[in-house]
């Protein structure tokens, strides 16, 4: 048997660089994003039925709890779409795909979500 055979694959005990970190963010926010377009929608249903519905749904959007839900739906999509404006970059050419471009790039995208949920947050509270 081979000496040198890789003896630690406990994702949890590898230090991930920034590209990883990034990716696995990109994929977690893609899933809610997914989940968040049933919410948005039976909520756009509620208000549109009728105008108790759109007064039902306005008081629901005033409590803390869905707005810290939609805040984390907002976040989710704005790093998403970061996330995905690098990918596209990427893969039409403009961003280099090496080592130093991967990092910066996905230091960017963190970055300019952070703000954009920054955003997000004072624009809903
Ligand atoms: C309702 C809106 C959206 C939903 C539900 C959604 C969901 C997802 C999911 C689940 C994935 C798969 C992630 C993975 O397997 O790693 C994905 C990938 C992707 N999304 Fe979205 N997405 C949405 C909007 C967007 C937007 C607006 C952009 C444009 C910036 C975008 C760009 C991408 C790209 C480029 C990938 C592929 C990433 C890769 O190659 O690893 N998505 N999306």
Known sequence: MKKQRPVNLD???INQPVSAIASILHRISGV????AVGILLWLLGMSLSS??????ASEIMTGFFAKFILWGILTALAYHICGGIRHVLMDFGFLEENLVTGSASAKVAIVIAVILSILAGVLLW
């Open 51 to 56: 105008q108790e519905g759109f007064l039902q």
């Open 11 to 13: 994702l949890r005990t």
């Open 32 to 35: 809610i994003t997914f989940i």
